[in-house]
Structures are given as C-alpha cells and as structure tokens.
C-alpha cells in the first residue's frame, strides 16, 4: 500500500469519525473500519422474541452442539444412543439428580427433526427414566434454543424450544407440565416466516410470592401478508392460552403495511444468498424510534467479513463475534459469543425493513433467567458518510506508517500494509492497527491477532501525542460521550538512535 492510499484511507475514517462524533457524540470501531477494511411499572408489557431465546442451565458430556456445555454430571446420558446429538439440556429442579429435559437429534436423518425428552430418577427402581419424547418443528440443531419461563400464569413449568427448519422459518414449540409429577405435553407450535414473540405483562406481589395465579402470556407471530403483493406487508397473529382446552389458539389478526421496495433489489437482497444480504448489513446502524426520531445513544456496527457485531450504547461497548449465521425469508439468524464473556450468547434476528433500514430482535442468553426485553430490539437505519456535511475542522492522519520504534513494550514495528509487531524478550505479539481521528484528537487502535482455537484477545486504544520524531501513548476508553483515559502510565515510542 503506497502514502496515497493510505491517506486516502486515513480521510475516509477522518470523514466518518467527524460526522459520528456531531450526529451520535461519539463512535469507536465505525470511525476506522476502513482502515481495517481487507478484501417498567403497572400494566406494561413487554415484547419478548422467543424465536430466538436459549436454555439457561446448560451442561452435557459427550456429543453437544453448545461448546459452552460442561460435564458436570452423566446424569440420563445412558438413555441415548451414538447417533443421538445432544444439542442442550436443561435442568428444572435446580438439582443434578433429579430432573432435567434434554434436546436432542438424530445425526442418521437428513433434517431431522429436533426432540425433547424428560427424563427423572425413579427411586423405586434407582434409575433415569424417560417420562415423555416428542418432535419439536425445529430441524437446525445450530438454531435451536431453550428456556423455561411460566407462560400460564398458575406456576406451571413451561418449556419453549425454539429454532428453524430447512425452509428458514422460524419455530415455537411449547411444552407445559400440569402438575409437579406429571409429563410435559405440547400447548402449542407455531412456525413462520418471521418472528414470534411472547408479550409479557408485568405480574404482581402476590404472584410472585407463589399466592395468586395471573393471566397467561400471548404470542404472537408476525410473517408475511399472502393476500398483498408487497412482500414487506406483514401479518400479526395473536393467540391466547385456552385453559379448557390446555392449548394456545388463534385470537386475532393485525394487518402491518410495510415499506413499498422496488421488486427486483428486494429479491436480489432476500434471495437467499448469505454473502448478498451480509454486504448490505455490514456498516453502521443507527436506532429509530417509531416517531421516527434518531436515538443518538444507540446504534451497533456490523461485520461480517471480521464475523463481528459491536453494540453502543451510552457509553459501552459490546463486542460479539458470530457463531452461526443462518439466511431467513427476510434477512440473518444469527448467534454470537461475547469476545470476553464467552458464556454470554446473543440471538439476532436481522430483518430488511426497506433500502436504508432493517429491524433487530435480540435474547440474550447468559445462563441465567431472562427478566427483561434486550433493549436493542427495533428500527436501524443506516448511517451514511454525508462527506458534503463534514467539515475539514482537522487534518487528516495516516492510517498506516512504516516505522519502528523502541519502549518498555518492546520493539514497535507498524507496516504500510496495516499490521504490527510488538517484540520482546523472544516473543512476539501481532495484529492490526490503525491511526485515526476523532474530535480532532489522534488514536491508534490495536487489533491483536489470536492463534487459531486461542481467546480473541480484545482491542486496545491508546491517545497519541507526538513528541518529535517519537509518540506518547495512553490508553484510553471510547464511549459515546467521550474518550475517557484509564488512570494508567504513558507508553514512550522512540526512534532507535534519535
């Protein structure tokens, strides 16, 4: 890469930075991606997407999809054969040896559908029985999550297993236990080409404290509008709990227009084709309200040639790198491991909503119960350069240099080609980096590189003052509302000699 380029380069994220830092106060990652660039109270409710939810005890031993699973116990893993994939279990007692349900798949079968068993200690007989084994409409064992969560409102278990089939639809199967004793048996399935949700509304004291019952959950699911030609028009369906009958059924239907898109883009971007839709994703997107107003303290920035997605908001900062991503009718599935919680899983659901927009619905899953909402479900849109809006307030910097340097680090080399080199005492440290702006002051990020099967080593941003031919380097912090510098010692870089 020659001087041109890279100042070049260096402009685009000078560009960037500028207009981040007057519209949302302040970005990180976004503001030098290119330099990177290679080849509630009272009766609320809220709207939970359980498509995409996970199970919150998960351990195995042997044949798992879930890396994060453990073998804390072989507890009724005799009752599965070779062939049967345990995908996550799920323990309902809090208790090891009692009982638990696990979910698994038949890796013999082409498609196959995903199954729940119970499975509980018989004291009579001192061993594992299985109480009940049913199909769920999920068949992508990397899709597949579970979680318990009371839907009924009368402290019954429920269990909601959730995932996709072959055809990129979303699935619900929902299995209630009636009593402490009895067997789980399905109250409902649903499947669609979109999303499905459980509404909750907040349930009192006395339910709380195990006294009273409440009323049940909704859920709903929002798909495709067969009678409209508009392929954004959607429509909602709501079913309700029907006591009598054990079984969620149909209550109403909601028509939702959506955005008019010119036909052949919408098909060419919904074709199915990952790599198609993730270039129109990647990039930096901003939060809309449903008035249509810019939240200017929340956006993520999505990667998917790095396989990243970073989340801001206020002033965090939230790296999770891809796991799996799966096309839907309308968009990416995806599921992703915090960089430096790995235990902490997220489920995105990404859906185009016009040429500049998209929808997000996100679960969290950090092995505990899910008490709220993610609050980065809504509208994104995209954030443009608008390099008629940017002002040559600061020079631009070079991205990339070719220089080395000694410091308490070590020897310090920087490449044209965007990658360094940290040397000291017999061991080396490489990576990515970059120079860039931002409120007219210079940074440098550091990207280090993780050897194949190691921990992603997170990224390091450091304030750079020049002192003569040589830099001063201090560590600092990148949120929204300002760079804040960690109460730690200057790094000198000189030039060997100088």
């Known amino acids: ?180 004793n009895g067997a789980f048996e399905i109250i409902g399935e649903f499947i669609v080409d979109g999303i499905i949700s459980v509404v909750e509304t907040e349930r009192g004291v006395n339910y709380e404290r195990g006294i009273t019952n409440e009323t049940s959950f909704p859920i709903t699911t929002r798909g495709r509008d067969p009678a409209s030609f508009n392929e954004m028009d959607r429509i909602e369906t709501t079913y309700t709990y029907n006591s009598t009958t054990n079984r969620y059924e149909q209550d109403r239907v909601t028509a939702i227009p959506g955005a008019a898109i010119e036909n052949q883009w919408q098909r060419d971007i919904l074709s199915g084709n990952r790599a198609r839709f993730q270039e129109f994703i990647s990039g930096l997107w901003y939060l809309v309200s449903p008035e249509g107003t810019v939240n ?66 996100v679960i969290e899953d950090v092995r505990m119960k899910i008490e709220a909402s993610a609050p980065w479900d809504g509208s994104y849109r995209k954030m443009p350069l608008l390099k008629d809006r940017i002002t040559a307030a600061a020079p631009p910097v070079d991205a990339f240099i070719e220089k080395e340097y000694e410091s308490t680090l070590g020897r310090v080399s920087f490449n044209l080609n965007g990658e360094y080199r940290i040397e000291t005492d017999g061991a080396a440290q490489t990576g990515k980096y970059a120079f860039f702006l931002l409120g007219g002051e210079e940074l440098l990020e550091l990207r280090p590189a993780s050897l194949s099967g190691e921990k992603r080593i997170p990224r390091e941003v450091y304030a750079v003052a020049r002192d003569g031919s040589g830099l001063v380097l201090s560590r600092v912090r990148i949120g929204i509302k300002k760079i804040e510098r960690y109460r730690e010692a200057s790094i000198a870089l000189y030039v060997p000699n100088d």
């Open 296 to 361: 200017a303290r929340q956006y993520v920035y999505i990667d998917p040639e790095d396989g990243e997605i970073i989340f801001y908001a206020d002033d965090r900062q939230e790296v999770f790198s891809w796991i799996n991503a799966t096309p839907t009718r309308y968009g990416l599935y995806l599921v992703a491991n915090n960089i430096a919680l790995t235990t902490l899983r997220r489920y995105i659901d990404i859906e185009l909503e016009s040429r500049d927009s998209i929808r997000l619905k």
């Open 1 to 180: 890469m020659n001087a041109k380029t890279s100042r070049v380069k260096a402009s685009l994220v000078h560009y960037t930075a500028l207009f981040v830092a007057a519209v949302l106060a302040a970005a990180s990652v976004v503001l030098h991606k290119d330099a990177f660039d290679s080849g509630d109270g009272g009766a609320s409710s809220v709207s939970r997407d359980w498509s995409n939810a996970r199970g919150t005890d998960d351990f195995s031993a042997g044949r798992t999809y879930d890396e994060r699973l453990t073998p804390k116990s072989t507890l009724a893993f005799s009752q599965f054969e070779k062939s049967q994939k345990i995908i996550t279990t799920l323990v309902l007692d809090g208790d090891l040896t009692d009982e638990q349900v696990v979910v698994y798949q038949n890796e013999n079968e082409f498609e196959g559908k995903v199954f729940l068993t119970q499975i509980k200690f018989d004291p009579a007989s001192g061993e594992y029985v299985r109480m009940m084994n049913a199909p769920s409409a999920a068949n992508i064992a990397e899709t597949v999550s579970l979680l318990s969560n009371d839907l009924v409102g009368d402290h019954s278990v429920c269990i909601l297993l959730s995932g996709m089939n072959s055809s990129g639809e979303h699935t619900l199967t929902v299995f209630r236990k009636p009593d402490v």
